[in-house]
């Protein structure tokens, strides 16, 4: 079976990038081919780059605050490219956001402390979520 | 001056006698009498080179250290009111945190603002914001400092004309600039144009303050950036003295004499769950600052040699599980300042790991500090730990370390530390060893050797999740574009053409400095944007290369 392929992303004006950095390097170090787009980025460079990049599933990583208006933004632009690439949030997540998230088309949360272990299953999960819906 | 005092203590109770001293019982709860400092007298002393114990000979028994409280968001009369809380509450020095649309010197109606105007520090656009920002405070009598660096030039220059406009001149105006673009590329990545460029306007800065503003701090080189980036204690050290040393080269290439603008750089350093060793860091950082300020840049002036700095506890230290354990963390982080020696301290509040602090929590977090000061005595005694085995150990191994880094930068640079941090910089060098230390720590937590309380030991509790977060809504960036809109309306439009025309021109001359053109830009309401964009015009903009 083919390694998972991730694409690892900031959106918006959000500089912090030590999350960003030690969740790829945890994917990468669990199997998974990581690919990461660089600060600045809009959610229509993001969707892009995933769909261009056939990734399996994108990991955002937001810790400015600006989650509830960027997030929802991203799964809409993947889905205006009539993509299903899933898409996980991690960051600065407060419990109480997560569910309009989720409405809003997020797969999946990981909020502050996520061990490893977590991050990385959530994000296997939600990449063979997509692709068992694919095949049906 | 460079042979040591035949008597140390004799020079130290000089300088000491000559203090002005606060009105306190120095003395333990049982009535002890304490001496100001301990230790042999031939040995080191507070206020004497090489400063390890203390920049000045009568530390916290003349003043303690300024409780200055972090603050900002939504709108700029949001942000005004929370000012006046931190007054009220016994707060004694203002701190600004801007927006992230600020930050990287985009207005609030551009694009890419969109989420994040005022969400995570307070959006300023014109000089009308910094107008309502200050409404009501004496800016004579309050110092100030700003939490910004790509567009700092411009906000020092929107700062200069919001007080000259109340009636306070430039020269009397106290407070300090954060203005560190090289730990923006470093570690906390908020920057616009590339290095080199950015580093003209360091020197503008850094020029202008020195001729106009005696009472300002023209950089806060920050470590503290560094450290919640990622990395080690020794990194955070070294690096963000490195960056010093690189200020230094860069202003005395202005032609700079080095004691005319050294007294007025301050330093801004983490402060990280191990006790022990971020108070030996902070000593070190004194010891090693003074003797490479005398000894590589000739500096004669005390003041020069004496590093005094700024701390804020561990952001990163936080946990959003069982919130209310931060407030135990943060209570040891800031003692370790205060032993440290501290000149001024931000206590971060419980709830940060989830979002900005509400009035409450903030309000704890000063509590925290005042817990500190007025009740447990410990600011009665200078550097209470110097002379213990351990920590001056530590302290040594922390200056081995650095200096071990200093010598890898000035490989770099080839004899320049203003070149080597440059370099390491374009290299990728600091990014890369950052990243690896925080793969580390996060790797030893994994492994379970590094243990967070909640976290991965000590969970009961987790489940409750009653603390109470502060909502910022979008209204306040609905409001924050709707006063910007008004402000361009209302404003002489061929005045900011022209402003903004001079500013271009000055900024194709590197001979030029560009604050006064920044300042008559400011009075005439261009925004910050505005402003930004012309000079991007001219030095371009920096893209970082991603690497995991």
């Given at each position: 079976?083919?390694?998972?392929?991730?694409?690892?992303a900031?959106?918006?004006?959000?500089?912090?990038?030590?999350?960003?950095?030690?969740?790829?390097?945890?994917l990468?170090?669990?199997?998974?081919?990581?690919?990461y787009?660089?600060?600045f980025?809009?959610?229509?460079?993001?969707?892009?780059?995933?769909?261009?990049?056939?990734?399996?599933?994108?990991?955002?990583?937001?810790?400015?605050?600006?989650?509830?208006?960027?997030?929802?933004?991203?799964?809409?632009?993947?889905?205006?490219?009539?993509?299903?690439?899933?898409?996980?949030?991690g960051?600065?997540?407060?419990n109480?956001?997560?569910?309009?998230?989720?409405?809003?088309?997020?797969?999946?949360?990981?909020?502050?402390?996520a061990?490893?272990?977590?991050?990385v299953?959530?994000?296997?999960?939600?990449?063979?979520?997509?692709?068992?819906?694919?095949?049906? | 001056?460079?042979?040591?005092s035949?008597?140390?203590r004799?020079?130290w109770?000089?300088a000491f006698?000559?203090?002005?001293?606060?009105?306190?019982p120095?003395?333990?709860?049982?009535?002890?009498p304490?001496e100001?400092?301990y230790?042999?007298?031939?040995?080191?002393?507070?206020g004497a080179?090489?400063?390890?114990?203390?920049?000045?000979?009568?530390?916290?028994?003349?003043?303690?250290?300024?409780?200055?409280?972090?603050?900002g968001f939504?709108?700029?009369i949001?942000?005004?009111?929370?000012?006046?809380?931190?007054?009220?509450?016994?707060?004694?020095?203002l701190?600004?945190?801007?927006?992230?649309?600020?930050?990287?010197?985009l207005?609030?109606?551009?694009p890419?603002?969109?989420?994040?105007?005022?969400?995570?520090?307070?959006?300023?656009d014109?000089?009308?914001d910094?107008?309502?920002?200050?409404?009501?405070?004496?800016?004579?009598?309050?110092?100030?400092s700003?939490?910004?660096?790509?567009p700092?030039?411009?906000?020092?220059?929107?700062?200069?004309?919001?007080a000259?406009?109340?009636?306070?001149?430039r020269?009397?105006?106290?407070?300090?600039l954060?203005?560190?673009?090289?730990?923006?590329?470093?570690?906390?990545?908020?920057f616009?144009?590339?290095?080199?460029?950015?580093?003209?306007?360091?020197?503008?800065?850094?020029?202008?303050?020195?001729?106009?503003?005696?009472?300002?701090?023209?950089?806060?080189?920050?470590?503290?950036?560094?450290?919640?980036?990622?990395?080690?204690?020794?990194?955070?050290?070294?690096?963000?003295l490195?960056?010093?040393?690189?200020?230094?080269?860069?202003?005395?290439?202005a032609?700079?004499?080095?004691?005319?603008?050294?007294?007025?750089?301050?330093?801004f350093?983490?402060?990280?769950i191990?006790f022990?060793?971020?108070?030996?860091?902070?000593?070190?950082?004194r010891r090693?600052?003074?003797?490479?300020?005398?000894?590589r840049?000739g500096a004669?002036?005390e003041?020069?040699?004496q590093?005094?700095?700024?701390?804020?506890?561990?952001?990163?230290s936080?946990?959003?599980?069982?919130?209310?354990?931060?407030?135990?963390r943060?209570?040891?982080?800031a003692l370790?300042?205060?032993?440290?020696?501290t000149?001024?301290?931000?206590?971060?509040?419980?709830?940060?790991?989830?979002?900005?602090?509400?009035?409450?929590?903030?309000?704890?977090?000063?509590?925290?500090?005042?817990?500190?000061?007025?009740?447990?005595?410990?600011?009665?005694?200078?550097?209470?730990?110097?002379g213990?085995?351990?920590?001056?150990?530590?302290?040594?191994?922390?200056?081995a370390?650095?200096?071990?880094?200093?010598?890898?930068i000035?490989?770099?640079?080839?004899g320049?530390?203003?070149?080597?941090?440059?370099?390491?910089?374009e290299?990728?060098?600091?990014?890369?060893?950052?990243?690896?230390?925080?793969?580390?720590l996060?790797?030893a937590?994994?492994?379970?050797?590094?243990?967070?309380v909640?976290?991965?030991?000590?969970?009961?509790?987790?489940?409750?999740?009653?603390?109470?977060i502060?909502?910022?809504?979008?209204?306040?960036?609905?409001?924050?574009?709707?006063?910007?809109?008004?402000?361009?309306?209302?404003?002489?439009?061929?005045?900011?053409?022209?402003?903004?025309?001079?500013?271009?021109?000055?900024?194709?001359d590197p001979?030029v400095?560009?604050?006064?053109?920044?300042i008559?830009?400011?009075?005439?309401?261009?925004?910050?944007?505005?402003?930004?964009?012309?000079?991007?015009?001219?030095?371009?903009r920096?893209?970082?290369?991603?690497?995991?």
């Amino acid at each position: 079976m083919a390694a998972i392929r991730v694409l690892v992303a900031k959106v918006g004006l959000d500089g912090h990038d030590r999350g960003v950095k030690v969740v790829a390097r945890l994917l990468r170090d669990a199997g998974l081919e990581v690919i990461y787009t660089g600060l600045f980025q809009t959610p229509e460079t993001v969707a892009a780059a995933a769909v261009d990049e056939d990734v399996d599933v994108i990991g955002l990583s937001m810790l400015s605050g600006a989650h509830m208006t960027l997030a929802p933004l991203v799964v809409q632009a993947v889905r205006a490219r009539n993509s299903d690439i899933p898409v996980v949030v991690g960051g600065i997540i407060p419990n109480q956001d997560v569910t309009e998230l989720l409405e809003a088309g997020v797969a999946a949360c990981l909020g502050p402390g996520a061990p490893a272990e977590e991050v990385v299953q959530t994000v296997i999960t939600a990449a063979r979520g997509e692709r068992r819906r694919q095949a049906v | 001056m460079s042979a040591p005092s035949p008597n140390p203590r004799l020079e130290w109770q000089k300088a000491f006698g000559e203090s002005r001293l606060r009105d306190a019982p120095f003395q333990t709860m049982s009535g002890i009498p304490l001496e100001p400092v301990y230790g042999p007298d031939d040995g080191e002393f507070p206020g004497a080179y090489p400063y390890t114990r203390g920049p000045y000979a009568s530390m916290y028994r003349s003043k303690l250290w300024t409780m200055r409280m972090f603050a900002g968001f939504g709108t700029a009369i949001d942000t005004n009111l929370r000012f006046k809380e931190i007054i009220r509450a016994g707060g004694d020095g203002l701190s600004t945190a801007f927006d992230m649309p600020t930050l990287l010197g985009l207005d609030s109606d551009d694009p890419m603002a969109l989420g994040e105007v005022g969400r995570c520090g307070v959006a300023i656009d014109t000089l009308a914001d910094m107008r309502d920002l200050f409404s009501g405070i004496d800016l004579g009598n309050i110092t100030t400092s700003m939490t910004i660096n790509s567009p700092a030039a411009v906000l020092l220059a929107m700062f200069v004309a919001q007080a000259e406009s109340a009636g306070v001149p430039r020269a009397k105006l106290g407070g300090t600039l954060q203005n560190d673009i090289l730990k923006e590329f470093q570690a906390q990545k908020e920057f616009v144009f590339p290095p080199r460029q950015s580093m003209r306007l360091v020197r503008d800065t850094v020029a202008f303050t020195a001729a106009e503003m005696p009472r300002w701090h023209s950089i806060s080189i920050s470590g503290y950036h560094i450290r919640e980036a990622g990395s080690t204690a020794a990194e955070e050290l070294a690096f963000t003295l490195g960056n010093g040393f690189a200020y230094v080269e860069l202003a005395r290439q202005a032609g700079l004499p080095v004691d005319a603008f050294a007294p007025r750089l301050s330093f801004f350093f983490n402060a990280h769950i191990d006790f022990f060793e971020e108070i030996a860091k902070y000593r070190a950082a004194r010891r090693i600052w003074a003797r490479w300020m005398r000894e590589r840049y000739g500096a004669t002036s005390e003041r020069s040699m004496q590093l005094r700095f700024h701390t804020q506890t561990a952001g990163v230290s936080l946990t959003a599980q069982q919130p209310e354990v931060n407030l135990i963390r943060t209570a040891i982080e800031a003692l370790a300042g205060v032993l440290g020696g501290t000149q001024s301290l931000h206590t971060n509040s419980m709830d940060e790991a989830l979002a900005l602090p509400t009035e409450k929590a903030a309000r704890l977090a000063l509590r925290t500090q005042q817990v500190i000061a007025y009740e447990t005595n410990v600011a009665h005694v200078a550097d209470p730990l110097g002379g213990s085995h351990f920590v001056e150990t530590l302290t040594d191994e922390m200056e081995a370390r650095a200096e071990e880094i200093f010598a890898r930068i000035d490989e770099m640079g080839r004899g320049s530390m203003l070149e080597g941090c440059i370099t390491g910089i374009e290299e990728n060098w600091f990014q890369g060893r950052i990243a690896d230390s925080a793969y580390e720590l996060e790797r030893a937590f994994n492994r379970g050797e590094r243990i967070i309380v909640g976290v991965n030991r000590f969970l009961e509790g987790n489940e409750e999740d009653s603390l109470d977060i502060l909502k910022i809504t979008n209204e306040d960036e609905a409001k924050q574009r709707q006063r910007l809109g008004q402000v361009k309306h209302e404003r002489n439009e061929p005045a900011v053409l022209d402003a903004l025309d001079r500013l271009a021109k000055d900024a194709v001359d590197p001979e030029v400095n560009l604050m006064p053109a920044l300042i008559d830009a400011s009075n005439v309401f261009a925004t910050v944007g505005e402003m930004m964009t012309t000079m991007a015009g001219v030095f371009g903009r920096h893209v970082e290369v991603p690497t995991i």
